[in-house]
């Protein structure tokens, strides 16, 4: 199987691999990660031996991306609440920007499974090939990071603010 | 919960998606890693495609060559860093504006032969990019410059695996025994491009003369 040209790669990859990475990491860093990863894969693209999969391989580099992303983040002081780095071109956030928010502050692994899983309808043996675990790993981080959120939901419904 | 995910807006994200891959082509070119820049470029006879590599114009591709498979072709045989980037090629897409709208007789590009056979295919086809604009050549004509002034027949094959139509002016190579002859990109392109360029003036307006062009 011979590899496609990258453009086609690109075209076929592009939707899938923004929404996974606005969800990791935000509409502040989506473009910078969206364009490492793909610039990581050009890189590696002619030597790659495994083609069987192109998806899996590309979502595993951006879930790298968005790995060392929250770590490097997580080193850098903290932007001050309501100023971002710079403005978000449209309200990816849809219409529960809390989800979101709840999202991103799961642990690295939850957060990847419960993206690929639910947000991309991976299946769990994808999940497991982009996260580089085992299916049973992707399907335990999904089931955690879904738990979580689903509990600081019914936090938010107690408290009243919905 | 599920409904929520979806909630995302998918135009949004297409859109956004779109720039930041646009974003990674304009990178990747500024990077080197792009080894293929394809464009298209709007023409009379049809939409082209032009590839080129860091040593020149590659490739030029009439519309019943399927784009798709176009670019599977360059990925194959020279790599499969092949994107899409028109700002690579510029220069060229402007050029060939110009040539159709009579304004240029000659291109003012570099040329990578990469795609074209070495030796007597070579040969035919560089002769073939010195016959200037408004005249024709014939193919034992051609076959004599390359070299070998019996193969004619092998100029026609090495002229209609032309990798650089147009640009590379095989449509000026007609055969010596009237008409315009054979061409790779379908005969009426040739006829056109002949009668855009004044070389088939003075003869009828569409119809096959039978004559020889000049």
Redesign the interface.
């Known amino acids: 199987m011979?590899?496609?040209?990258?453009?086609?790669f690109?075209?076929e990859q592009?939707?899938c691999?923004?929404?996974f990475l606005?969800?990791a990491v935000g509409p502040n860093d989506?473009?910078d990660c969206?364009?490492e990863t793909?610039?990581a894969a050009?890189?590696a693209?002619?030597r790659l031996h495994d083609r069987s999969n192109l998806r899996a391989w590309i979502l595993t580099i951006a879930t790298r991306k968005a790995i060392d992303q929250g770590r490097a983040r997580a080193r850098r002081p903290v932007p001050m609440e309501g100023i971002p780095d710079r403005p978000a071109?449209?309200?990816?956030?849809?219409?529960?920007p809390e989800?979101w928010r709840a999202v991103r502050d799961l642990p690295l692994m939850q957060r990847a499974a419960v993206i690929h899983r639910?947000?991309l309808d991976l299946p769990y043996a994808e999940v497991a090939r982009a996260l580089g675990c085992s299916e049973e790993a992707a399907r335990a981080n999904a089931y955690e990071g879904?738990r979580k959120?689903?509990a600081m939901?019914e936090l938010e419904h107690q408290g009243g603010r919905r | 919960?599920?409904k929520?995910?979806g909630?995302?807006?998918r135009a949004?994200?297409?859109?956004?998606?779109?720039r930041?891959?646009s974003?990674?082509?304009e990178?990747?070119r500024r990077?080197g890693?792009e080894d293929v820049a394809?464009a298209m470029v709007d023409s009379p006879v049809g939409e082209l495609l032009v590839a080129t590599t860091r040593r020149g114009l590659v490739r030029l591709a009439y519309p019943d060559e399927r784009a798709?498979f176009v670019?599977?072709e360059?990925?194959?045989t020279l790599?499969?860093?092949?994107?899409?980037d028109p700002r690579a090629l510029d220069m060229v897409r402007r050029q060939l504006e110009e040539y159709f709208e009579g304004r240029r007789h000659r291109f003012e590009v570099r040329v990578d032969w990469a795609l074209a056979p070495r030796g007597f295919s070579r040969k035919v086809l560089e002769a073939t990019a010195r016959i200037p604009y408004g005249a024709v050549s014939t193919y034992g004509d051609i076959a004599r410059r390359a070299g070998s002034p019996r193969a004619a027949r092998a100029a026609g094959n090495a002229l209609h695996d032309n990798p650089i139509p147009i640009v590379v002016p095989c449509h000026r190579v007609v055969p010596s025994t009237g008409g315009v002859g054979k061409y790779g990109g379908s005969e009426w392109r040739k006829e056109f491009l002949l009668r855009m360029e004044g070389a088939l003036a003075g003869y009828g307006d569409g119809e096959e003369t039978g004559s020889r062009p000049r």
Request: cysteine-free; proline content about 6%; glycine content about 2%.
């Open positions: 011979s590899l496609p040209p990258f453009a086609t690109l075209e592009r939707v691999v923004y929404r606005l969800a989506v473009d969206f364009q793909f610039l050009l890189r693209y002619p071109p449209v309200a990816f956030d849809g219409d529960d989800l639910y947000v879904r959120l689903r939901r | 919960m599920m929520e995910f909630s995302m807006r949004d994200v297409e859109e956004a998606s779109r930041a891959a974003a990674v082509t990178a990747a990077s890693l394809v798709e670019l599977e360059l990925a194959e790599s499969p860093r092949v994107l899409e």
